[in-house]
C-alpha cells in the first residue's frame, strides 16, 4: 500500500499545468493586437502620375484618395469634400503619428486637390503629401 501511495505521488508531480503559458500567450496577443498600427487604404485606384523624385512615405496611415471624377474617398467609403477635415481629424485621433498621403488621379482637378490640402491642414495635420510613382 505504501509503494502505491509512493507510485500516485510521482504521477501528480509530473502532471504539468499549462494555465500560466496559456495567460502569458494571450496577453502577448492582446498587447500585439493593441499596438498594432493597421493600414488603411482609400477605397480606390487611382492612376497617379509619375514623378523622378517620389520617395517613399512611411507612416502614412491617413490615404485620401481623389478619382478622375473628382470624387474623395477614405476608408473605402466616398466622402463628400465638406466631410473631409472630419474624417481626417477622426483618423488623426485614432493615430497621432499619422500623416496624410493624398492619391490624386492624373486627371483629378487642383480644385478638389487643393481642397482637400485646406482641410488636413485644418484638421492639426502639417505633413500632407501627394501620392506619385517612379516612372
Given at each position: 500500500m505504501k509503494q502505491h501511495f509512493q507510485n500516485m505521488m510521482?504521477?501528480?508531480?509530473?502532471?504539468?499545468?499549462?494555465?500560466?503559458?496559456?495567460?502569458?500567450?494571450?496577453?502577448?496577443?492582446i498587447f500585439f493586437i493593441v499596438t498594432a498600427?493597421?493600414?488603411?487604404?482609400?477605397?480606390?485606384?487611382?492612376?497617379?502620375?509619375e514623378a523622378a523624385t517620389a520617395v517613399k512615405k512611411d507612416r502614412a496611415n491617413i490615404l485620401v484618395a481623389i478619382s478622375d471624377k473628382g470624387e474623395i474617398w477614405i476608408n473605402k467609403r466616398k466622402?463628400?469634400?465638406?466631410?473631409?477635415?472630419?474624417?481626417i481629424e477622426r483618423l488623426h485621433a485614432e493615430n497621432p503619428q499619422g500623416t496624410v498621403v493624398i492619391q490624386a488621379d492624373k486627371k483629378a482637378t487642383t480644385?478638389?486637390?487643393?481642397?482637400?490640402?485646406?482641410?488636413?491642414?485644418?484638421?492639426?495635420?502639417?505633413?500632407?503629401?501627394?501620392a506619385a510613382q517612379e516612372p
Open positions: 510521482d504521477e501528480e508531480e509530473a502532471a504539468i499545468d499549462m494555465t500560466p503559458m496559456l495567460d502569458v500567450v494571450f496577453i502577448m496577443l498600427s493597421f493600414v488603411k487604404e482609400a477605397g480606390i485606384d487611382v492612376n497617379r502620375p466622402i463628400d469634400v465638406r466631410a473631409v477635415q472630419a474624417n480644385e478638389t486637390l487643393i481642397k482637400v490640402m485646406d482641410a488636413s491642414r485644418a484638421a492639426g495635420i502639417t505633413d500632407v503629401s501627394i
